[in-house]
């Protein structure tokens, strides 16, 4: 006789993702669907490794809604078993879960500060902390299930799991927790940080280690046991792809990420349970404004209008982005830019406004952005720059003889002297003719 499970993790009820309402309402809805095919597949009990919520505070609304999806199982007589993750759980004493498991719709594992013996739980004392644990018995085979809710690396720099939790017959750990070596594994946008223990920290002598908190889907042993994250319901970012096209230059390739759902365990063994859930794309181009208009159009056919997607656009120089809400008719767009000017100068230490005036870095901008046609704009930009010259000197002059005015001392006629030198600069004005800028600037 074997034992057969539903494992689920990071749900996220109440979660207004993007802050749309009805992204909560898919997020219910997820959820709602897997309990019901846990139900259909008539498994003994149901596991769910924290972040029910995605709040420690959730909305009434949101409450009644974890109320009404978890009768559902509890009209079949299937348990469930919960513990807080890190969105939901609480410094104090009383949390959304106690409400759930006061309701008999949960049973809550882990540190208590009371013991609790009923058909699904028991309690023991460990190192002197009351530990609650989930109890399951079928035919003549029974199960334990040990589980805690999550903790900071701080936690696990004081304390070692294998001093709480030591099974002596079959038995399922549930945590919520990032294992370092899922970290190294996968490569996650999101989330590269989120790990407190590693693998060696997991206790001996589990046959399954039920995990939560990364929202990606991954699977490993530790010794006989089974170490297994299901992944969240719904996707969580667009580093959670469906699909991810990228540009190399030439043209775009696609990534395909990984469907959501949760697992059915049965023997120890997870299967994974799909969902239809609401699908991401993300789209990467590094490119100038007509490359990019071109190349994004051309996928336009390829991205659902149900779809959220996100376009990442990278260049040297800015340009407007708005045209993607016109090319791409989708339920959520999300535009990212990087925009940014190439280095002049590549010597360390070294800035081209050490060795260029504003004007002449503009023209140099300017001529290496196209193809050197506008000769007519490059023209204007000197002359620009010359009158900005010329007005600066002009500047300097009236600063001069403001100081001569202060400078009661100053014989008149050196005073003079000056004005004149200062009134040459500015008598020479710009030619009227570009044919004649070339000799006008030699003088």
Known sequence: MTFKFAHIADVHLGFEQYRLPYRAEEFREAFETAIKKAVEEKVDFILIAGDLFHRSNPSPQTIKDAIDILSIPKEDNIPVFAVEGNHDRTQKKISAYHLLESLGLIHLLGFSEEKKENEYQTTEKVNGKLIVKGVFEKGNKSIEIYGMKFMSAAWFERNKLSDYFKPDG???????????????????????????????????????????????????SKGLGIVAYPGSLQRWDFGDYEIRYRWDGNKFSLQAGEDKGFLIVEDFKPRFIKLDVRPFYDIRIKANESVARRELKRLVAKIPNEAFLRVHIEWEKPFDVSFLHDVFKVRYLHIRTKF???????????????????????????????????????????????????????????????????????????????????????????????????????G
């Open 340 to 442: 940014g000017k190439a280095s002049l100068l590549k010597a360390k230490g070294t800035t081209a406004s050490e060795f260029f005036t504003p004007m002449e870095l503009k023209v140099i901008e300017r001529v290496g952005e196209k193809d050197f046609e506008e000769f007519d704009e490059i023209i204007k930009l000197i002359l620009e720059g010359i009158e900005d010259s010329t007005n600066a000197d002009k500047k300097v002059v009236e600063k001069e003889e403001t100081e001569e005015k202060l400078q009661k001392t100053e014989p008149r006629a050196e005073r003079e002297i000056k004005v004149q030198k200062a009134e040459k600069k500015v008598k020479k004005a710009p030619p009227k003719k570009k044919s004649d800028i070339l000799a006008w600037l030699k």
């Open 170 to 220: 079959d038995a399922i750990l549930m945590l919520h927790q990032g294992i370092k070596e899922m970290m190294d594994k996968l490569y996650l946008e999101t989330q590269r940080d989120y790990f407190e223990i590693t693998l060696e920290d997991l206790p001996d002598g589990f046959l399954y280690y039920a995990m939560g908190h990364i929202h990606k889907r991954w699977q490993t």
